[in-house]
């Protein structure tokens, strides 16, 4: 790693990794399958260590901006449960 975190990278993987929970939950919720369940928990695990990263970031590099970077996770685990 070069030292230098780049947000407009890190924003647009939050972005994908948002809208791939999006997508997988729609396929879901329109189609409730092993295949689609699986889809949507590999979305969801891997919207959860890239959470899990981005707060190592900020831990190791006391970047602030980061601290508040907005969770993936956060409201998939909150829409999933419902």
Do not use: H
Not at 32 to 53: E, H, I, N
Not at 54 to 65: R, T
């Amino acid at each position: 790693m070069t030292g230098v975190i780049d947000s407009k990278t890190l924003t647009q993987a939050a972005d994908k990794l948002s809208e791939a929970v999006k997508q997988a939950r729609l396929a879901y919720q329109f189609c409730p399958g092993s295949y689609t369940c699986m889809a949507l928990q590999a979305c969801l695990a891997a919207a959860r260590a890239f959470d899990q990263y981005v707060d190592e970031l900020a831990y190791a590099n006391s970047a602030e901006w980061l601290r508040q970077f907005p969770k993936i996770s956060e409201g998939s685990d909150a829409e999933q449960s419902e």
